[in-house]
């Protein structure tokens, strides 16, 4: 069962890679280097090495043992670096829609980086209990894990506190702060980022779930598609954004940055970001 659920994440992953590739070549390749470019390309192409080792490491014939110690730490380790590039690429977002506001941005910040020594911590103390022998039966395929702390599923409980952060942040956004006229990029920005943004909380919430309820045999049936998932959902929605502001673009021969975006609050006049 975790042999399909990985095959089928990276099938995902790879159609959604094709599926979008023409987007990605129109609207991100010519643009300028910066931060949020830099971090749709770490998102974007970090699991096109990770995804490989998962395979071997799921499906290999007669793999060392002492092998899967490396690769168990260096697969789960660019899964930890792709979730954060995605994190930032949602926080970014959140940072736009509050109008660049000091305060939330420090609070992203915190979060970011106490989410990241924190990731730090918990796989130093899980990877030296993952433990691995010869697989009883011929047959069965890829490292055998026979020990494994559960203190793994403290690192989804960091990743489901930041989403729950950005989820807030987007929803009460949304919520209080938006008026009856409203861009096509502010549309995306918030009802993309509110979607995207449970969907992952909800995947994080289903690892710690499967950690804590199921089996050792069953404790990383999740972990490769929330790898996956973060991946496509943060790229996506920054294809969305870049063909939001082409199309508007288009039609109105102007360009609307995302800092020059208005929102109008139901009790406040407009401010602008």
């Not at 930032?88 to 915190?110: D, E, M, P, Q, T």
């Not at 395929?141 to 942040?169: H, Q």
């Amino acid at each position: 069962m975790v042999n399909y659920v990985e095959v089928s994440a990276t099938a995902l992953f790879i159609f959604e890679y094709f599926l979008t590739l023409d987007d990605e070549i129109k609207f991100i390749w010519g643009a300028q280097w910066g931060i949020a470019k830099s971090l749709f390309v770490l998102a974007r192409y970090i699991p096109f090495l990770s995804l490989p080792l998962a395979m071997y490491y799921f499906l290999g014939t007669h793999v060392d043992p002492d092998a899967c110690n490396p690769i168990v730490e260096t697969v789960t380790t660019l899964y930890v670096l792709g979730i954060v590039f995605s994190e930032c690429i949602f926080s970014l977002r959140v940072y736009a829609i509050w109008n660049r506001s000091k305060y939330i941005g420090i609070l992203l910040i915190a979060i970011i980086t106490g989410g990241i020594v924190s990731l730090a911590v918990i796989l130093s103390l899980f990877f030296p209990t993952a433990h691995f022998v010869t697989p009883p039966l011929p047959t069965i395929s890829g490292c055998y894990k026979v020990t494994g702390s559960k203190v793994i599923l403290g690192a989804f409980v960091v990743i489901m506190v930041s989403e729950a952060v950005i989820l807030f942040l987007t929803a009460y956004r949304a919520h209080r702060h938006i008026g009856p006229i409203q861009s096509p990029l502010f549309i995306n920005l918030v009802r993309s980022g509110v979607f995207y943004c449970l969907v992952m909380f909800l995947f994080s919430l289903s690892n710690v779930l499967v950690i804590f309820i199921l089996p050792l045999q069953y404790s990383q049936l999740l972990e490769t598609f929330q790898a996956v998932l973060h991946a496509v959902l943060a790229t996506r929605m920054q294809l969305h954004l870049r063909k939001v502001d082409n199309m508007y673009l288009m039609r109105t021969s102007v360009t609307v940055p995302l800092s020059s975006i208005c929102y109008v609050t139901r009790d406040l006049p407009a401010t602008p970001m």
